[in-house]
């Protein structure tokens, strides 16, 4: 039998209600529990990227380019 996947939405429409902190700290549980975890920001704001330290990219076409 597959793995069942699971998608979990994370949204409200104010902005510094603690969305992207809440997608990192369960996104973090999660894996360490041994499960593969995919994090994506739709936010206009795009504070994932900030949030993990990363470089900030423009559009997701230019993550995989």
Known sequence: M???????GILANAGGVGKT???VH?????????QTVALI???PQRALD?????????SFHSLHS
Do not use: M, N
């Open 21 to 23: 902190t809440l997608a």
């Open 2 to 8: 597959p793995k069942q996947k699971i998608v979990i």
């Open 26 to 34: 369960l996104a973090y549980e999660i894996h360490k529990r041994g």
């Open 41 to 43: 920001d739709l936010d």
């Open 50 to 58: 900030v949030f993990c330290g990363l470089p900030s990219a423009k």
